[in-house]
C-alpha cells in the first residue's frame, strides 16, 4: 500500500503529445515522515502514522489504516516522497469539501422553486409545503435549506498523470474536492 499526504493547489490542463488534453488536479505532495507505526497484536489494529508539513505549529498528523493483508515495509523516521506513486497508479483521494454556509433549497437540493404567476408574489424560490395532510408535523428527513459543503468527500480510481519528485509535485485526472490549500489524503493499493 501507498500513501501521502497533500495540498491542493490549482487545477489546470494537460496536454499529451499525442494532442489529447485532460483536466488535471496540481497536488504539492509530501515528504511525509512516519512518526508511528501501530500493529494488531500491541495497539489492536494496523495502521502507520505521518507527519506532513516543515513548521512545528503547523505539523499535521493522520494515520493510515492497514488491511491485514497489507505489509508494513516502512519503519519510523522513514520519509516517504512523491517517487512512490507512478504515471497510470489508481488513487483513492479524501479531502474536505468548499464549504457554502447556509444555502435554500434551490441550490443545496435542485429544486426547482415556484412558478412566477397563478397568484405567487415573493415565492419563486421556497420550499413549497413541507407538512400534508392530517400529519401535525414535519417527517424525519425533510429535504429544507441548511448548511451546505465542508463535506469529507472520497473519489475512488483517480489516475496519476505526472509525478515531479523534485518540486514534489504531482498531477492527478480529475477534479478533487476543496479549495486551494486544503490538505488531501492519498491512498494506492
Known sequence: MKFILATKE????YFFPEGEVIPVTILKAGPVTITRIFSKDQDGYNSVQV?????????TLKEFRLKPADKIDVKTGDVVDVSIFAP??????SSISKGKGFQGVVKRHGFHGGPRTHGQKHSEREAGSIGGGL?????????????MGSDRITQKNLKVVLVDKENNIM??????????GTLVE???R
Open 186 to 188: 492519498i491512498i494506492s
Open 51 to 59: 507527519s506532513f508539513g516543515i513548521k512545528k505549529n503547523n505539523k
Open 88 to 93: 497510470g497508479d489508481s488513487l483513492q483521494v
Open 135 to 147: 400529519r401535525t408535523h414535519v417527517p424525519k428527513g425533510m429535504r429544507m435549506a441548511g448548511r
Open 10 to 13: 490549482n487545477m489546470t490542463e
Open 171 to 180: 498531477l492527478v485526472k480529475g477534479a478533487i474536492a476543496g479549495k486551494r
